[in-house]
């Protein structure tokens, strides 16, 4: 079976940090390009961060420029999004996944949801005071 287990989110405090771990199994995510996308309520899914698999490039929107960084630890098949100053804004459910159609991550500055076919569950973050 293909998964991905995301952890790590919780409630944190404006200006804070948190750390998110996205955890594959039955497949090798080394192999793939890999997204973090995030949803809040009423709002549609949307790409914050990615990495590509052909030449390890990386991506962030402009939302979270600066405040965010994904990275890729292909021994322990697991991909991290670390975020910091987080604001009340970046209160959402944050799912990770896999880009099954290209090897880069994004297309045109953005991350294609049909390009994704494996996902997580996804991890609930909230920032609030």
């Known amino acids: 079976q293909v998964q991905f287990v995301e952890s790590g989110g919780g409630l944190v405090q404006p200006g804070g940090s948190l750390r998110l771990s996205c955890a594959a199994s039955?497949?090798?995510?080394?192999?793939?390009?890999i997204g973090w996308f995030r949803q809040a309520p009423g709002k549609e899914r949307e790409g914050v961060s990615c990495?590509?698999?052909?030449?390890?490039?990386?991506y962030y929107s402009d939302s979270v420029k600066g405040r965010f960084t994904i990275s890729r630890d292909n021994a322990k098949n697991t991909v991290y999004l670390q975020m910091n100053s987080l604001k009340p804004e970046d209160t959402a459910v944050y799912y990770c996944?896999?880009?099954?159609?290209?090897?880069?991550?994004?297309?045109?500055?953005?991350?294609?949801?049909?390009?994704?076919?494996?996902w997580g569950q996804g991890t609930q973050v909230t920032v609030s005071s």
């Open positions: 996944a896999a880009n099954t159609m290209r090897s880069r991550c994004m297309s045109g500055g953005q991350l294609y949801l049909h390009e994704y076919n494996y």
């Open positions: 039955g497949f090798t995510l080394d192999y793939y390009a």
């Open positions: 990495v590509s698999h052909s030449d390890g490039s990386t």
